[in-house]
């Protein structure tokens, strides 16, 4: 399975595209609207600002044949912004609209600790979850961000408690995102992304 | 609310060579960037910093070629610096791998520098680096490598650079740098207890015990040392079982 990477010049793709290449994936970076529409596999990373992403996502006509794909079952891994961008918005950016693959929107942290949330923390699992089979229970993950999906839904397979619950993993039949970066959560990092891998294929 | 506290090896980088000195003078060759960054990665390091001391211009394609280098040796983030003075040189740098810049001289002289960068590439990408020395009652900024003072007090500084968009404050003690003496537990804490952004501590580390004490009475997010990883006098490993002992919480590597 080849992935297609959404690179939307927000955030570190290289990393991505190394971490994938030691997990022996083969990965390209999408050109067009079709190399999005006609995927095996799609991944969607990102950091920095939501505004960013969504309106590059909207200016190279991305936004349509991304949530086709995800809809035709085409397996979907979005990490960090890669998450808040499937929801309907974000307060980051009020007046644009998210994938809206998802309910709700994306809320600033609380500011009872230190933000950003910046550093390594672990997960508090809330179902069983195919990207998280086989890593402990306490390992921990590389998150950097000060918004996040705060309400919890069907798709809610593991949440993060960093002054209050927020989605750490969501998984919808196709659909898996992650708020941390496995690319930069060392082996247990990998291990997710080995999992979305395995998924593919 | 489990945050880890960070231990963060630093690679002083002149060119594609790491060096290290005392109290910002006396370089000393400390061996190859990328072999350091592997080691680091499979210690269980939780970040890494990597600082171009001669942030000369020329030897810019140098630095960048050893930040590529680097990268792509780990699988945690990768924090670089040293000689930025535009988003274009931020860009050059995340653009060959790093997650993170550093600023430092430059911000002080174009305080603007920070909301660019950060407006751009996210406040989680920028670290205002403070290098900072006592004088009397105060500390006082430094610039240009420690040898210039910036007439600005530590603690103000890194106020101003926090409501300018840093989402990080590097906090060095230039009077502990290099000395072994344990890290500057007042100053960090003073620091960490005026901002609303993780705080890394910086000069001054060899004993397990001023790693525990910066994380406790210094009030440190991360801690950073350069030579004691590097010679190691100090494995990483071991440093975190002496703190996970001590009830601070830390990512141990499997």
Known sequence: MKITLLDLGVGNVASVERALERLGAESERAATPECVANAEALLLPGVGHFESLIRVLDERKWRAPLCEAIGRGVPFLGICLGLQALYGGSDEAPDLAGLQLLPGRVRALPPVAKLPHMGWNRLVMKKKSRLLGGIDADAYFYFAHSYAAIEQGQETVAVCDYGGEFVAVLEKENMCAVQFHPEKSGEAGGRVLRAFLRQGA | ?254
């Open chain 2, 1 to 254: 609310m489990s945050l880890a506290r960070r231990i963060i090896p630093c690679l002083d980088v002149d060119g594609d060579r790491v060096v290290k000195g005392v109290n910002f003078v006396g370089l000393r060759d400390a061996g190859d960037p990328a072999q350091l960054a592997a080691r680091y990665n499979q210690e269980g390091a939780d970040e890494l910093v990597v600082l171009d001391i001669a942030a000369s211009r020329d030897r810019r394609p140098t630095f960048l070629a050893t930040i590529r280098r680097v990268a792509a040796e780990l699988a945690i983030p990768l924090t670089a610096g040293g000689g930025i003075r535009s988003a274009e040189d931020a860009r050059s740098v995340l653009r060959a791998g790093a997650d993170k810049i550093t600023l430092n001289t430059a911000a002080v002289a174009r305080p603007e520098l920070i909301s660019e960068t950060s407006l751009e590439f996210g406040a989680q990408a920028v670290v205002l680096a403070i290098d900072t020395k006592r004088f009397g009652g105060q500390w006082v900024v430094m610039v240009r490598g420690g040898r210039e003072s910036a007439n600005l007090e530590a603690s103000a500084w890194a106020r101003e650079g926090v409501a300018r968009g840093a989402g990080e404050i590097l906090v060095t003690s230039m009077d502990r740098d290099g000395t072994k003496s344990g890290f500057d537990t007042a100053l960090t804490a003073a620091i960490s207890s005026t901002v609303s952004v993780p705080v890394i501590a910086s000069g001054g580390a060899k004993l397990p015990d001023h790693f525990a004490e910066i994380f406790t009475a210094g009030r440190a997010d991360a801690a950073l040392a350069a030579s004691i990883f590097h010679d190691g006098i100090q494995p990483i490993r071991e440093l975190k079982e002496f703190l996970a002992a001590r009830g601070i919480p830390v990512r141990l590597p499997c």
